[in-house]
């Protein structure tokens, strides 16, 4: 994470483009595993955690720049921990109200989005130190790059694990379903097949055309 | 961290500061919490009872309206009047012509993950349940929720038999779990390739919930009847 301080205060889209693709939470930094192999494994449940996640992302990340000053350095992770769990709490009531179906598919993952190591992260790295309007844009970015990410890895497992898309049947009942896909392993192969899809762009990018692979760090 | 840093960390903040940082957040935090929870509140307890009732209709085809029955300690039927939360629940249905179709049962027990409640129509007529619907589950996404939606599965509750012995005491042959393409008899479940555990926790609780309800049903089925035009 490497958030220049010297342009400070100023707005600018680099703060909402870097989530989506330079520092992307999950193909770049590689943080918030746990709901990002539990929760992929259909498109309709990556979407719907990425935009829980996207929505708590944005909230705590103003609110703890709004108060970056009133709260000092000794109190700040319990300070951050207490923002994050009521708005945690707020989305899973609001997801009860929405849709008891959209619920019931989420289930145990939405009081997990607590310990989703990108929001302390964001708070801690980014909002603690830079104004309201800066930290909601890195929010948002952030949110959009996890939700992106979280939806390409759902796509692909759904479709190849169950033969549909957003629960739209593909390919017809002929289709045999890796069932693999779903299960753990599937989250973890195709979570591997995009990051080494993401770091070959990278490499090409930088007009390396060797393979490094001490470039990421998989926590 | 040397000697001057932690000097100014000190200097920074007092415990009042801190008290105050954490208080302050506390107090707002819990603010928001219990606002989100009563706005919320009424919205999610009209989606429970419309899920509810969406689900009495669907586990008793044919089934037009409905009428909620609470049993007694003594395992007797009574009309329910008001709204009694630790009760046993049972819910009549009746067709256009206000006749029986069947009787909604809510059952629940431990799942692979979590708790599953599931509600299931008993028909007195065909001595089978006929109907099943899952309220609540936390089942493996893809796998163990196919207890939801798979439709071989679910047709296994088109006639599940059943019937009770003669003193009608107990049902005559128990629910069982067979093995995906085993299933020989009427009274069995097959289960779901790869969601054995999931299939067995729905066995196991209808199993437990028919043994409790349905004697009880059948002993106080003029009840039901005689009662449908209120």
């Known amino acids: 994470m490497n958030t220049t301080e010297s342009s400070v205060n100023k707005l600018s889209t680099d703060d909402f483009i870097k989530g989506l693709w330079k520092e992307n939470p999950v193909f770049i930094q590689v943080l918030g595993m746990c709901p990002v192999l539990a929760v992929s494994n259909t498109a309709t449940n990556a979407l719907a955690m990425g935009l829980a996640t996207t929505f708590v992302l944005i909230m705590s990340s103003t609110l703890v720049s709004a108060f970056r000053k009133f709260i000092p350095k000794q109190v700040r992770i319990a300070s951050f921990i207490l923002i994050i769990a009521t708005f945690v709490t707020i989305v899973d009531y609001c997801i009860q109200a929405i849709s008891l179906e959209l619920y019931k598919a989420l289930g145990a993952f939405i009081a997990l989005i607590v310990v989703n190591c990108i929001i302390l992260g964001r708070a801690e790295a980014f909002a603690s130190k830079n104004t309201i309007g800066k930290s909601f844009l890195d929010a948002l970015g ?78 | 961290m040397n000697e001057f840093d932690l000097k100014k960390l000190i200097a920074q903040a007092s415990s009042w500061e801190m008290i105050r940082a954490l208080g302050g957040i506390g107090i707002l935090c819990s603010l928001l919490i219990v606002f989100a929870f009563q706005v919320t509140l009424p919205i999610i307890e009209k989606n429970k009872t419309e899920y509810l009732e969406k ?109 009770l012995t003669d003193d009608g005491s107990a049902p005559k042959n128990p629910i069982e779990m067979a093995k995906s393409g085993n299933k020989h008899n009427p009274w069995q ?42």
Not at chain 2, 210 to 222: M, R, S, V
Request: hydrophobic content about 40%; charged content about 20%.
């Open chain 2, 55 to 163: 689900s009495i209709f669907n586990v008793l085809p044919g089934a037009t309206s409905r009428v909620t029955y609470k049993i007694t300690n003594d395992n007797n039927v009574e009309l329910m009047q008001a709204d009694e939360p630790k009760v046993r629940k049972v819910y009549a249905g009746y067709n256009d012509q206000s006749e029986l179709v069947g009787i909604a049962i809510e059952a629940g027990g431990q799942g692979f993950q979590d708790v599953i409640r599931l509600l299931y129509g008993y028909s007195p007529e065909k001595k089978a349940v006929i109907g099943f619907a899952v309220l609540e589950s936390k089942e493996t996404p893809g796998l163990g929720d196919k207890i939801e939606k798979d439709p071989v599965f679910l047709s296994n509750f088109d006639a599940l038999d059943v019937s």
């Open chain 2, 189 to 230: 479940i097959e289960a779901i390739t790869g969601a054995t555990i999931s299939s067995r926790a729905v066995t196991k609780i209808l199993k437990q919930s028919t043994g409790e309800f349905i004697p009880i049903i059948e002993k106080n089925l003029a009840k039901f009847k005689r009662d449908e035009t209120s």
């Open chain 1, 142 to 219: 952030m949110g959009a790059g996890f939700t992106f990410a979280l939806l390409t890895l759902g796509a692909v497992r759904e479709i190849i694990g169950v033969g549909t898309f957003f629960g739209v049947s593909l390919f017809g009942h002929h289709y045999e379903p890796w069932m693999v896909m779903i299960l753990p392993g599937g989250g973890f192969f195709s979570l591997g097949a995009w990051l080494l899809f993401f770091n070959w762009l990278k490499e090409r990018q930088k007009k390396r055309p060797t393979l490094q692979t001490e470039g990421e760090v998989i926590q």
